[in-house]
């Protein structure tokens, strides 16, 4: 199934991990709770992409990742 939507729900721990796995989708600026990078959707359409977005959100160890799918 393919990742349609990402999002990031409270709680967020800056651990910096989902940007580690998916710099394309995820960042983590100094001082601040991750948040997704502008335009993420087109990066999306990768295969490979979509398997790191599903590493980071099984990975997240608060658990506050997460994605809807096809």
Request: aromatic share 4%; with cysteine.
């Amino acid at each position: 199934m393919d990742i349609r939507r990402v999002w990031i729900e409270e709680g967020c721990i800056s651990c910096n991990l989902c940007e580690d796995l998916a710099p394309e989708v995820f960042e983590v600026p100094a001082g601040s709770e991750s948040k997704l990078r502008k335009r993420y959707e087109r990066e999306l359409k990768s295969p490979d992409v979509q398997e790191k977005v599903r590493e980071a959100e099984e990975s997240c160890p608060v658990e506050v990742i997460k994605t809807e799918r096809d």
